[in-house]
C-alpha cells in the first residue's frame, strides 16, 4: 500500500471526474451540490498540495496504472501545470457554492442536478489537460471540458444561448480536430504521444514538412480554443448568454487552459528552433496580439451590455498572454504566465458581480445598470476595482502583469510596444467608464429598481475574489514566484 | 524521410488525397452551408477524415494484429485503432450534442437556418447588435 500523497496527480483529475456521475445518481439538487461543492474543495486541496510538493521538490511525474511513460499514459506536474491547477481549481472552488443561488434564478429546477454534473465534468476536463503529459490524452480531457461547456452555456435563459452554444460546439470542435490532426502528424513522425518524449525526439525530423504542418494544425486549433483574435468569434455570445456562474467560470478558466496548452506545445515539444527560427511565428504571435489588443478593445467600448463589453475585453487581454508570449524571453513569458493568472481572477470576479447585477436589476445592459452606484455600492465598487485591474492601474493585479510585459518589451529594445501597450490600456479605460458613467452619473430607471438584496452565498465569493484581485496586486510571492519559475522551466527544456 | 518522399509514388499516398479531400470537403460545407444539420454533417466529415490520417498509416499490408507468435512476423500498429476508437466516441457525442441543440434551435425559432435564425434575434435586442454579427 502506498501513502495517499502519491497518487494526488491521479486523484486530481478522479475526484471531480468520478463527483460528476455521483451527482447524477443523486439527482436532489442540494445533495448534488453538497458532493460538487466538497468535490472542488478537495481539487483545490489536491492543487495546492501538488504546488508546494513541486516548489520544493521539483517535477512530479506519475505513471497512470503503474505503465512507466512512454508507453504509458503519464501525468505530469511541473512548475507551470501546478500553477494553472491553482487557478482553475480554486476558481472552481470559488464559483460552484456562488452557483448555487445564481443558478435558482437562471436554470429550471429539475436540470439543477445536471448543472453540476456538467460543472464537475468541466472541472475534470480542465484539470486533465493541465496535468496530462500526453498529448492525445490533451485532446479527451480538452472534448470532455468542451462539451460540457457547450451544455452549460445552452442552459442559459435567452434563447440566444441556444446559438451562441452551437456556434461554440462549431469552433470548438473544429478547433479540437486541427489540434488532433497536429498530434496525429507528430505521432507519425516520432512515434510517441508522450510530450516530453516527442520533444527529444523531434530533433531528429525537424523542420520536416510534417512537422511543420502540424506545428501550423496546432496553433490554429489551440488559438480557436484560447479566442486568440480574430479567431475569437464564438466568445462574446457564450459568455453573454451563459448563465453567470458559467460565464465567469469560463471567463476565469477555459481560455486560460487553452494558453497552457500552446506554452506546452510550442516550448516543451517543438522547441524554440523550429517554432520561431524556421517560421516567422514570433512576428504573427506579435501582430496577432497587438491586433487583439486593439480591435477587441475597441469593439468592447461600443457594446450595450455588460458582459458582452467584458467578454470582448477577454478577447483583448487574451492579446496581452500572447504578446509576452512572442518576445520568448524569461521576463515576457513571466508576464504572459502572471497575466493568464491575474486576468483570470479578475474577470471571474467581474462576471461574478455582474451575476448579482443582473439578480437584481433584471439584466446586465447599460440600461439596467443606470444608478448602479447608489443602489449597490459595494458591487459597482468591486466592479470598477476589477475594472482598473483590467485597464493596469498600480495596487491591482492588472498592473503587476503589465509591468512585466513593459519589462519584457524594454529588454529587446522595442519602445513603441511600451507605448501601443500603455495605448491600449487607455482603451480599457474607456470601456471601464462606459459602466462608470452608466453606474454613477446616472438616475436610476423607475422600472428597474428592485427591493432584492443579493444573497450572502453570491456577494461572498464575488467579494473574495474582488479582493484577491487587490491581494495579488500588492503580494506578488506567490504568482510572479510561481510564474517565474515555470518561464525558468520552459525556457530551460530548449537549452 | 525526405529522401523517401521522392521514391513514394501518387498510389502509395492514396490514402493521404482521400483524407485531405474529405478535410477540405468538410471544412467547405461548414463554411459555405447554412443549414444547421447539413453544418453538423460537414462537421462529422472533417472529423472523419482525421479518423483516416491516423488509420491509414498504422496498416502494414499483410500485417497481423500484434500477437506473440513465431508464425506472425509482420504487425500492424494497434495503437492508432485504439486512439480513434476513443476520437470516434468523442465525435458521436459532439455529433449528438449538436443535433441536441439544433432541436432546442428549431424549438426556440422555428427554422434551422443560421441566417434566418441570427435574422430573428437582431431586432430583439433593442439598442441592436454593434459588435460584427457572428
Redesign the interface.
Same mark, same amino acid.
Request: proline residues 4%; contains cysteine; glycine residues 10%.
Given at each position: 500500500m502506498t501513502s495517499v500523497a502519491a497518487h494526488l496527480p491521479a486523484l486530481q483529475v478522479v475526484v471531480p471526474l468520478l463527483a460528476a456521475p455521483l451527482t447524477v445518481l443523486l439527482r436532489r439538487p442540494g445533495a448534488a451540490y453538497a458532493v460538487a461543492v466538497a468535490a472542488s474543495w478537495a481539487a483545490l486541496a489536491i492543487a495546492v498540495a501538488l504546488w508546494q510538493r513541486v516548489a520544493a521538490g521539483g517535477t512530479l511525474s506519475y505513471a497512470m496504472g503503474s505503465w512507466p511513460p512512454p508507453w504509458g499514459i503519464e501525468y505530469r506536474v511541473d512548475a507551470l501545470s501546478a500553477f494553472v491547477l491553482v487557478l482553475v481549481a480554486a476558481t472552481a472552488a470559488v464559483v460552484l457554492p456562488y452557483s448555487r443561488r445564481s443558478i435558482q434564478e437562471e436554470v429550471p429546477r429539475h436540470q439543477h442536478y445536471l448543472f453540476y454534473t456538467m460543472f464537475l465534468l468541466c472541472i475534470a476536463g480542465l484539470l486533465g489537460v493541465t496535468i496530462t503529459g500526453d498529448a492525445?490524452n490533451i485532446?479527451?480531457f480538452l472534448?470532455i471540458s468542451s *462539451?460540457s461547456t /457547450?451544455?452549460l452555456v @445552452?442552459l442559459g435563459r435567452d #434563447? #440566444?444561448a *441556444?446559438?451562441a452554444?452551437? %456556434?461554440y *460546439? $462549431?469552433m470548438g !470542435? $473544429?478547433g @479540437?480536430?486541427f489540434i488532433? $490532426?497536429g498530434v +496525429? =502528424?507528430l /505521432? =507519425?513522425?516520432t512515434g510517441t =504521444?508522450n510530450l516530453a518524449d516527442i520533444g527529444q525526439r523531434i530533433g531528429a525530423?525537424q523542420g520536416?514538412r510534417p512537422v511543420l504542418a502540424a506545428l501550423a494544425f496546432l496553433t490554429v486549433g489551440i488559438s480557436l480554443k484560447l479566442a486568440l483574435f480574430p479567431l475569437h %468569434?464564438?466568445l462574446?455570445?457564450a459568455y453573454a448568454f451563459a448563465p453567470s456562474a458559467v460565464a465567469a467560470f469560463l471567463a476565469a478558466t477555459a481560455t486560460k487552459v487553452a494558453v497552457y496548452v500552446l506554452l506546452r506545445f510550442y516550448f516543451s515539444v517543438f522547441g524554440e528552433s523550429v517554432v520561431f527560427d524556421r517560421l516567422p511565428m514570433q512576428e504573427a504571435m506579435l501582430l496577432l496580439a497587438l491586433a487583439g489588443m486593439f480591435v477587441a478593445s475597441t $469593439?468592447a467600448i461600443?457594446? !450595450?451590455?455588460l458582459k #458582452?463589453l467584458f467578454a /470582448?475585453s477577454s478577447v483583448g487581454q487574451i492579446g496581452y498572454v500572447v504578446l509576452g508570449l512572442s518576445f520568448l524571453s524569461d521576463s515576457g513569458l513571466t508576464a504572459s504566465i502572471v497575466h493568464l493568472f491575474n486576468h483570470g481572477i479578475t474577470k471571474g470576479a467581474i462576471f461574478l458581480l455582474l451575476g448579482g447585477v443582473a439578480m437584481v436589476t433584471g439584466g446586465t +445592459?447599460l @440600461?439596467h445598470v443606470r444608478g448602479l452606484g447608489r443602489r449597490m455600492p459595494l458591487t459597482s465598487f468591486g466592479i470598477v476595482l476589477c475594472g482598473l485591474s483590467l485597464v493596469g492601474v498600480p495596487g491591482t493585479a492588472g498592473f503587476v502583469s503589465k509591468w512585466f510585459l513593459i519589462l519584457a518589451a524594454l529588454e529587446q529594445g522595442q519602445w513603441w510596444l511600451v507605448f501601443l501597450i500603455v495605448a491600449s490600456s487607455l482603451l480599457a479605460v474607456a470601456y471601464l467608464w462606459r459602466f462608470v458613467e452608466a453606474a454613477y452619473f446616472r438616475e436610476p430607471d423607475a422600472g428597474t429598481t428592485g427591493s432584492r438584496a443579493v444573497p450572502w452565498s453570491m456577494a461572498l465569493p464575488a467579494g473574495l475574489l474582488a479582493i484577491a484581485t487587490v491581494y495579488f496586486g500588492l503580494d506578488t510571492s506567490f504568482t510572479v514566484g510561481s510564474a517565474a519559475r515555470a518561464a525558468a522551466g520552459l525556457l530551460e527544456a530548449l537549452r | 524521410m525526405t529522401g523517401a518522399e521522392s521514391a513514394m509514388t501518387w498510389g502509395n499516398h492514396f490514402s493521404y488525397f482521400v483524407t485531405v479531400f474529405m478535410m477540405v470537403a468538410g471544412l467547405f460545407i461548414l463554411i459555405a452551408r447554412g443549414n444547421l444539420i447539413k453544418k453538423l454533417v460537414g462537421l462529422g466529415i472533417f472529423q472523419t477524415s482525421m479518423y483516416l490520417l491516423y488509420i491509414a498509416p498504422g496498416k502494414l499490408v499483410g500485417g497481423t494484429a500484434p500477437i506473440l507468435s513465431d508464425r506472425f512476423t509482420v504487425y500492424s500498429n494497434p495503437l492508432p485503432h485504439v486512439l480513434i476508437l476513443t476520437a470516434i466516441v468523442v465525435g458521436v457525442a459532439t455529433l449528438a450534442l449538436g443535433l441536441a441543440l439544433v432541436v432546442r434551435i428549431r424549438a426556440a425559432y422555428g427554422s434551422i437556418e443560421e441566417d434566418e435564425v441570427l435574422d430573428m434575434d437582431a431586432p430583439a435586442s433593442p439598442q441592436g447588435e454593434q459588435g460584427p454579427r457572428q
Amino acid at each position: 500500500m502506498t501513502s495517499v500523497a502519491a497518487h494526488l496527480p491521479a486523484l486530481q483529475v478522479v475526484v471531480p471526474l468520478l463527483a460528476a456521475p455521483l451527482t447524477v445518481l443523486l439527482r436532489r439538487p442540494g445533495a448534488a451540490y453538497a458532493v460538487a461543492v466538497a468535490a472542488s474543495w478537495a481539487a483545490l486541496a489536491i492543487a495546492v498540495a501538488l504546488w508546494q510538493r513541486v516548489a520544493a521538490g521539483g517535477t512530479l511525474s506519475y505513471a497512470m496504472g503503474s505503465w512507466p511513460p512512454p508507453w504509458g499514459i503519464e501525468y505530469r506536474v511541473d512548475a507551470l501545470s501546478a500553477f494553472v491547477l491553482v487557478l482553475v481549481a480554486a476558481t472552481a472552488a470559488v464559483v460552484l457554492p456562488y452557483s448555487r443561488r445564481s443558478i435558482q434564478e437562471e436554470v429550471p429546477r429539475h436540470q439543477h442536478y445536471l448543472f453540476y454534473t456538467m460543472f464537475l465534468l468541466c472541472i475534470a476536463g480542465l484539470l486533465g489537460v493541465t496535468i496530462t503529459g500526453d498529448a492525445f490524452n490533451i485532446f479527451v480531457f480538452l472534448e470532455i471540458s468542451s *462539451l460540457s461547456t /457547450y451544455v452549460l452555456v @445552452a442552459l442559459g435563459r435567452d #434563447r #440566444r444561448a *441556444l446559438v451562441a452554444s452551437y %456556434q461554440y *460546439l $462549431i469552433m470548438g !470542435t $473544429i478547433g @479540437a480536430t486541427f489540434i488532433v $490532426i497536429g498530434v +496525429g =502528424l507528430l /505521432y =507519425l513522425m516520432t512515434g510517441t =504521444l508522450n510530450l516530453a518524449d516527442i520533444g527529444q525526439r523531434i530533433g531528429a525530423v525537424q523542420g520536416s514538412r510534417p512537422v511543420l504542418a502540424a506545428l501550423a494544425f496546432l496553433t490554429v486549433g489551440i488559438s480557436l480554443k484560447l479566442a486568440l483574435f480574430p479567431l475569437h %468569434q464564438w466568445l462574446p455570445n457564450a459568455y453573454a448568454f451563459a448563465p453567470s456562474a458559467v460565464a465567469a467560470f469560463l471567463a476565469a478558466t477555459a481560455t486560460k487552459v487553452a494558453v497552457y496548452v500552446l506554452l506546452r506545445f510550442y516550448f516543451s515539444v517543438f522547441g524554440e528552433s523550429v517554432v520561431f527560427d524556421r517560421l516567422p511565428m514570433q512576428e504573427a504571435m506579435l501582430l496577432l496580439a497587438l491586433a487583439g489588443m486593439f480591435v477587441a478593445s475597441t $469593439i468592447a467600448i461600443f457594446q !450595450t451590455d455588460l458582459k #458582452r463589453l467584458f467578454a /470582448y475585453s477577454s478577447v483583448g487581454q487574451i492579446g496581452y498572454v500572447v504578446l509576452g508570449l512572442s518576445f520568448l524571453s524569461d521576463s515576457g513569458l513571466t508576464a504572459s504566465i502572471v497575466h493568464l493568472f491575474n486576468h483570470g481572477i479578475t474577470k471571474g470576479a467581474i462576471f461574478l458581480l455582474l451575476g448579482g447585477v443582473a439578480m437584481v436589476t433584471g439584466g446586465t +445592459g447599460l @440600461a439596467h445598470v443606470r444608478g448602479l452606484g447608489r443602489r449597490m455600492p459595494l458591487t459597482s465598487f468591486g466592479i470598477v476595482l476589477c475594472g482598473l485591474s483590467l485597464v493596469g492601474v498600480p495596487g491591482t493585479a492588472g498592473f503587476v502583469s503589465k509591468w512585466f510585459l513593459i519589462l519584457a518589451a524594454l529588454e529587446q529594445g522595442q519602445w513603441w510596444l511600451v507605448f501601443l501597450i500603455v495605448a491600449s490600456s487607455l482603451l480599457a479605460v474607456a470601456y471601464l467608464w462606459r459602466f462608470v458613467e452608466a453606474a454613477y452619473f446616472r438616475e436610476p430607471d423607475a422600472g428597474t429598481t428592485g427591493s432584492r438584496a443579493v444573497p450572502w452565498s453570491m456577494a461572498l465569493p464575488a467579494g473574495l475574489l474582488a479582493i484577491a484581485t487587490v491581494y495579488f496586486g500588492l503580494d506578488t510571492s506567490f504568482t510572479v514566484g510561481s510564474a517565474a519559475r515555470a518561464a525558468a522551466g520552459l525556457l530551460e527544456a530548449l537549452r | 524521410m525526405t529522401g523517401a518522399e521522392s521514391a513514394m509514388t501518387w498510389g502509395n499516398h492514396f490514402s493521404y488525397f482521400v483524407t485531405v479531400f474529405m478535410m477540405v470537403a468538410g471544412l467547405f460545407i461548414l463554411i459555405a452551408r447554412g443549414n444547421l444539420i447539413k453544418k453538423l454533417v460537414g462537421l462529422g466529415i472533417f472529423q472523419t477524415s482525421m479518423y483516416l490520417l491516423y488509420i491509414a498509416p498504422g496498416k502494414l499490408v499483410g500485417g497481423t494484429a500484434p500477437i506473440l507468435s513465431d508464425r506472425f512476423t509482420v504487425y500492424s500498429n494497434p495503437l492508432p485503432h485504439v486512439l480513434i476508437l476513443t476520437a470516434i466516441v468523442v465525435g458521436v457525442a459532439t455529433l449528438a450534442l449538436g443535433l441536441a441543440l439544433v432541436v432546442r434551435i428549431r424549438a426556440a425559432y422555428g427554422s434551422i437556418e443560421e441566417d434566418e435564425v441570427l435574422d430573428m434575434d437582431a431586432p430583439a435586442s433593442p439598442q441592436g447588435e454593434q459588435g460584427p454579427r457572428q
